[in-house]
């Protein structure tokens, strides 16, 4: 009902949106008639400000409000999407009917692990998040992080170097489960990662890091996986939670627009190679298989099974390395949540380890390039929600000042 009427009435166009559709995001934007007519409104930027009305997405909120799902796969709105997808003028799909009614949403169980005193759930493939959180964290295990300023280089480092050992095997193993062997139980073994941890020296950045030894023959990982995803969290009154993350891939997907709505460019999270020097990328495209991706939802329960932590954030393949440190830094320094998702981001995929433009990470640059470090200053596009469940009780929630929006309670 909410969506649909201010779909209907309209909202008013935030700074953000005006700047990304005015901006070099996606150069494309303006090339299918739709998006176009919507996002430039006669041939001009969206101006923040304005009122943006979508009485197209009302009617098809309508219609699936009333019909279920299947509204979205079989019937009017899919043959809308099939036809656009196939008429693409510059890049015609191959999208068919019998792919729309064929598909169905995998309801998979939920990837949990002991941390300290928590049990910290996330997603299974075929997102590498989940797997790649744990790992870090298991990583981590050895190391007397409570002694260590979190905001401070030598807990920067060994962080760049647990993400360093879980991006080199998020790279090779991580993919569709339903179409690969995926090595979930062995990356998460206990005693794999104490082995794996062993490889970090703590005066000295290990460089590119290899992919363990799991006797999969495998090519590593070839995709760009761009930054364009949405993260909340919610609870309800009956205690109810839910940590949401989705990808339209491309800060505007792939432009199309059917029925008020963009349609995605998830493709360009599958790997563009498919094989390497003889063997196979796991995540190599294949009709029906799904990407992988980065999506890190998180949810974090007590020893009484009590949901205490609600945590994710967009952001490319950098998610990972978002949740993580502010996870860390929640549950082992119990640092206040909003002081969590303000803090500067330190960030390594495996490659240059990555410093948060603009804020005081930046003066962590001279003390990691004498262990070792190349260091990249970039600006860091996370957009954290997190909610936590006080001891009394209470709520308490929390999101990102690097986006807009802000927590919302009765």
Known sequence: ?????????????????????????????????????YFFPQ????????????????????????????????GPMAEAIVGAVRSAADNPGLLSLADMTAYQARERPALCAPFRAYRVCSMAPPTSGGVALLQILGLLKPWDLESLAPDGPDFAHLFSQASRLAYADRGRYLADSDFVSVPVAPLLDADYLHRRSRLIDPDQDMGTALPGDLALPRADDRSPELPSTSHFVIVDAQGNGVSMTSSIEMAFGSTLMVGGFLLNNQLTDFSFVAQKDGQWVANRVAAGKRPRSSMTPVMVFDREGQLVLLLGSPGGSRIINYVAQALLAQLVWGTDLQEVLDQPHVSNRNGATELEAGTAAQGLQSALEEKGHQVKIRDM??????????????????????????????
């Open 1 to 37: 009902g909410d969506a649909i009427q201010k779909a209907e009435q309209g909202f008013e166009v935030t700074p953000r949106l005006s700047a990304l559709v005015a901006g070099e995001v996606n150069p494309g934007l303006g090339r299918f008639p739709a998006a176009r007519d």
């Open 43 to 74: 041939g001009k930027a969206l101006q923040a400000g304005q009122r943006l009305r979508n009485p197209a997405l009302a009617d098809s909120l309508r219609l699936i409000a009333g019909q279920g799902a299947d509204a979205l796969y079989q």
């Open 381 to 410: 596009n996370s957009g954290l929600h997190a909610i936590r469940r006080l001891p009394d009780g209470r709520l308490y929630g929390a999101v990102d000042p690097r986006r807009e929006g802000l927590a919302k309670g009765l």
